[in-house]
């Protein structure tokens, strides 16, 4: 059994069960969890403490003393339909009072709207004793809202917790640090808590200065949730220095934007990317400042990936500015694995691993289940592990509850061990890969890793058929690049991206929508491709309608989407044809949502086609899922949705050496069997098969030369070859 | 038996048969069939004979005289993609020869698009020999076509029979009397045609000028079709009295618009709404002079609906001044029914029913199948014939194969008794309607049951759940209306409507489009719903995204569509709700289609919604279906898709009537069994019960009066009572 890579929660009445467990998982750090206290003698427990950090909530003393520097956000009211010519809007209805007060005093700022016509109106005016803006003018049967500032007055967080476990202690207040006695507040506090925590090896921060947006509902439930949102960081101080800089004001539209709240799924606008950049400058500049504090302190600084993040994007311009030690944050799956190890400018990287030990699954006579959880949470990450490890692991909850269940806990340390021999394996160098495939779309590297999601690792129905591919890629065996579309107009193309890959609904971020009416796009990727590479759209890939053309690159994929234009167009392209994307395919493929109406034009070879049982096969009832397309030297691929299996990710792979051309260096460092997937070391010329299913599999293993072998391999196991 | 209101078909070699059958079905006129010659002593045969008559092909000696006469069309060449700086393109590639012969005399017409930049270009030339344009100065990369000026050298109709009939006849060439000679000339021709068939009664246009777009590719295979198409009006004749008229020429662009074809599908601009206004202006004019000399040879005129149909649309507004004396048109459906037995300005209207007496249903054991699909055909129709029959109906085909099959001869001699006695009925005065309803969308009476059509009655995916409102509406107690966007814009919403239908794809002319962005359309919409009448949405309807919301009807109907860009606002509306709409319901509702990602606004009522198998059922997942909102005083009403079925008629019935708050009023004249439909006379005071279904049903009848009482009614019968 080796030591260290591992961090596990302690309280104070668990000391002596912390140190055994510590010697059977091989743990080296200990962290305080939600709601404990680390125990007197904590530094005998581990190498390294962690202490959890809040920066900008947890002093209720100091929050009460300066109720003006507290948080804002701009919100839209409920819409609200004119009946006649004046309309009364109660601004903050639908809203939990407790979380979200109307900022009277900044009225400024406010702005009501015909969303109707799409249209400001300036003639409102508001009583803050009713909580209501009174429109006069108003157009009959149009709707208005009223955008409003308002602050932020409990952690949302907290909220969070409070309500769902039914909490019953003070209400964390918040205050902004764009405030000039916030800013100073938080520095003096920094450095008094780091002489009061002597034992703390690691501040933990959880984490800077903006809380992604979380908005509640009246009945305290969620109404609003963004991960990735900037909503919270609308706070008076900023936007008047944003102003000083710029040269121009924001205002609450350009976070309300047209009715909608901004997100990563919409393309933003030159004024809300400036937004942006400053906060993230911001953000980074006052961090740096605590940063530099706890460094004085010979502590070690350690980012929560997650909560008050905003602006501190790990992946963003001003991220390696804050000088941070290290970055932990949660694993769901490949993907979060890959969005936590890539991350750059820090010296290590820890991912905390399901489940938690809280009572919902650690209650008696649940123990298999809890194991399982375990299992399934370290197979669907050890694949990317295997291609990008992050440094460290650890668990969260009360250790005391996983004590109970020695199966578990037994597993867990052959996880623990198992984690430690792939970092030493990847440590030794890169893993091979087949081909360099970049994802493309509006946000680019800014948000590797995070393309699709909503609230942090929960499913939509709307993500999950796109989220499949990112979740593929990760253990796949090639390396992944995230590209925006002005990367593509400022700078082109990399020399090394083999793949390009545009996954999502029409008009997203993440398709493109807008940003491909720039024929200077169009012309771009279909020039890359047809000089020899390869593109895979998914979903509705570079959809926007223009030139009687619904996906502006139909003609590199052979594919376009019938919106009812050109129904009276024939379609006789519906044959199914064999080829090597779908070699391996077994019974139906998965698409998840699919995509509806899509049809092949002439040449393009039709791979997958379903057609409505109502009808008899005909033209006219067909709709292509899969298709591949010849396109000068180079080749397009159209998949209409590819949530994730070990079948999709097959096909996945299977399609981008198709579309590089490079069908043949596929099998190198190969499993023939979609189950077991193959790494391989140059640098120490060793590979590991990794079988992700939870039976015993035997498949073909091809060597890096294309030397293939039977090879058999347990239930979820590693093999090192 | 009656006697009447029958056509049937004969020829020479079948004048006995002819005569017995006529007896047994009372049929009191006969019809001339492709390919067959009228006998001798027709007029021994019945009392009205009637004799096709085509106006602009037939005759090839003419038309070799006058090749310069023949019909145009602007059609536009393949995408092809610019490699380097110029590009060459075929400009026919992909048309059928025969057909199709670029017009280089014509090329001023001829424009060239750079469709990937929506530009046009100048920069080009044609080479006529090898029938190329060379494009100069392009842009690699993007996407050129040509619009070109094509002779039609093959009348497109023909070209399908003689393609799929393996006929060797000569080739049916067109002339277009826009241009001089062939004006005289079909003057002259129908002249001396009454002249030469004085045993005909009744001339049967088929059709008149211009036939709708049918276009072929260069296998012989349908590439093109729109029944509704003008493409082929396109005549330098035409354009320049247009041009000449209104004072402003039309270009190839306008027909080739932004590279999809204009199709009924599409919101048309105000230039192409002046093309085809002019179009029926000089139809209706030229068809006026041919029914003057009919007329004065004491003979009536007919037109067929359909062919070279276009331009004497029979809602249209110059169809009056034709002149015409009836309709006849081909039996799908009670759409088609309805269709046609709505025409105003003749004196009757004729139904020719299914099956066609073709080989390819009257071969030997077939017999149960051709009374089958006679019996379907009747069913499905008799119920619209129920609410406006037309006058007459007849069947198609050599009458000689129906004869041989007694069952067939005996069931369509029932038929036509039935046919006569629901005609009798209806001649003493309109049915009992509980509603008025209007469909709204872009064409409004100028396409009255006509939306949602491509080729004419081939069902599409895309279409099938759109067309079965009109399905079911053709059949149900209401009054139907057709109205337009520039209707309700213009003269605001007639004073009977109860309830209007908006139903198809987003950005269709059906649903409407971008005529959603005036907001003057909304807000008379919403006016009138709050006011206290109904809306009821199909699809997508009133779907164009604006001021953050995709469809802006959103707050009537209770619902919107996520299209990615509000996936951060939760939406727990996930109720399935009990509701006088669904009362009926049994099992599963079929959608067909459906719709995707569309879910409820708080306050709306859901009365059907989906969740994807593959998650836990939670609020991210689930799709409404259907769903019901008040709306001030008024309701509107929101179904995903609705395929004929009597199920789905049902639903639409009763959502028509809760819409109109008249839940009540719905059990008047009324069936409880949604298999058996009920029509009331007042002006006779007898009803019709009739079981649309193949077997024997019960049913609570419920009179004007409501008074119910409990009826048992035959498989497929029809009772009066």
Chains 1, 2 share one sequence.
Not at 238 to 262: H, I, P, Q, T, W
């Amino acid at each position: 059994m080796g030591k260290g890579r591992v961090t596990i929660p302690t309280d104070e009445s668990f000391v002596e069960g912390t140190k055994e467990i510590a010697r059977l998982w091989g743990a080296d750090a200990v962290r305080d969890c939600d709601g404990t206290e680390l125990p007197q003698n904590v530094t005998e427990l581990a190498d390294k403490v962690y202490n959890t950090y809040f920066v900008v909530r947890g002093d209720n003393a100091w929050a009460k003393a300066h109720p003006e520097e507290t948080h804002r956000t701009f919100l839209m009211s409920g819409r609200t339909l004119a009946e006649g010519d004046t309309v009364r809007i109660e601004v903050a209805r639908g809203y939990l009072p407790e979380q979200i007060v109307p900022d009277w005093e900044n009225i400024g700022y406010w702005q009501v709207f015909d969303r109707t016509a799409e249209r400001e109106t300036k003639e409102w005016s508001a009583d803050e004793k009713s909580g209501c803006v009174t429109v006069k003018d108003a157009q009959p049967y149009h709707e208005y809202t009223v955008n409003f500032m308002a602050k932020v007055v409990w952690h949302p967080v907290q909220i969070y917790n409070y309500l769902t476990n039914h909490w019953t202690c003070e209400k964390q207040k918040m205050y902004d640090p764009a405030f000039p006695h916030t800013a100073k507040y938080i520095e003096r506090h920094m450095e008094e808590w780091c002489v009061q925590h002597p034992e703390t090896n690691v501040v933990r921060f959880t984490t800077f200065l903006y809380q992604f947006s979380l908005i509640f509902n009246e009945k305290g439930k969620e109404k609003y949730v963004d991960w990735f949102g900037y909503g919270l960081s609308a706070s008076p101080a900023l936007l008047s220095a944003f102003e000083k800089e710029y040269g121009y004001a924001l205002c609450s539209e350009d976070f309300v934007r047209a009715g909608n709240y901004n997100s990563p799924f919409r393309n933003s606008d030159k004024k809300f990317l400036d937004w942006m950049d400053f906060v993230q400058r911001k953000v980074s500049s006052t961090v740096k400042g605590l940063v530099d504090i706890v460094h004085a302190h010979g502590k070690e600084a350690m980012m929560f990936l997650g909560d008050d993040w905003i602006g501190a994007e790990p992946y963003g311009k001003y991220f390696k500015d804050m000088d941070l030690d290290a970055v932990v944050g949660s694993v769901g799956g490949g993907v979060t694995v890959r969005m936590l190890s890539e991350i750059p400018h820090v010296r290590y990287r820890e991912g905390r691993f399901l489940p938690y030990f809280f009572p919902d699954t650690f209650f008696e006579g649940n123990e298999e289940n809890a194991v399982a959880e375990l299992n399934r949470n370290w197979t669907t990450a050890r694949r990317a592990l295997l291609r990008k490890p992050f440094d460290r692991m650890g668990f969260g909850g009360y250790l005391s509850l996983a004590a109970k269940f020695p199966k578990f806990v037994r597993r867990a340390g052959e996880i623990c061990e198992e984690f430690r021999g792939i970092v030493e394996t990847a440590n030794q160098g890169k893993p091979y890969s087949g081909l360099t495939v970049a994802i493309l779309n509006a946000w680019g590297s800014l948000r590797s890793w995070q393309s699709h999601m909503v609230a942090h690792e929960l499913w939509y129905q709307q993500i999950y058929s796109y989220q499949g591919i990112l979740e593929a890629l990760s253990g796949l065996a090639v390396d992944v690049k995230f590209i925006s579309f002005d990367d593509v107009l400022q700078r082109g193309i990399d020399k090394d991206i083999d793949v390009i890959i545009n996954v999502g609904d029409a008009y997203t971020a993440f398709s493109g929508g807008e940003y491909w009416a720039d024929e200077k796009l169009t012309e771009a990727v279909r020039a890359w491709v047809h000089e020899g590479h390869g593109f895979i759209g998914v979903g509705e890939p570079a959809a926007c309608r223009k030139g009687g053309r619904f996906f502006q690159l139909a003609d590199v994929m052979g594919v376009d989407k019938e919106l009812g234009f050109t129904l009276s167009e024939d379609k006789y392209n519906i044959e199914k044809k064999e080829h090597f994307i779908t070699a391996d395919v077994k019974g139906e493929i998965d698409y998840g949502e699919g995509m509806k109406n899509v049809y092949a034009l002439d040449g393009a070879d039709v791979l997958d086609i379903t057609f409505s049982d109502r009808f008899r096969r005909n033209v006219n009832v067909g709709e292509v899922k899969l298709a591949a397309n010849g396109y000068g030297r180079g080749r397009g691929v159209y998949i209409a949705g590819l949530p994730y299996s070990a079948q999709n990710a097959r096909i996945l792979y299977r399609a981008m050496f198709w579309a590089a051309h490079k069908e043949d260096e596929m099998y190198r460092a190969f499993s023939s069997n979609e189950q077991v997937e193959c790494s391989y070391y140059p640098d120490c010329d060793s590979y590991a098969l990794v079988n992700n299913s939870a039976r015993k599999q035997t498949t073909v293993f091809y060597d890096r030369n294309g030397q293939k072998r039977e090879i058999e391999i347990g239930a979820g196991a590693i093999l090192n070859l």
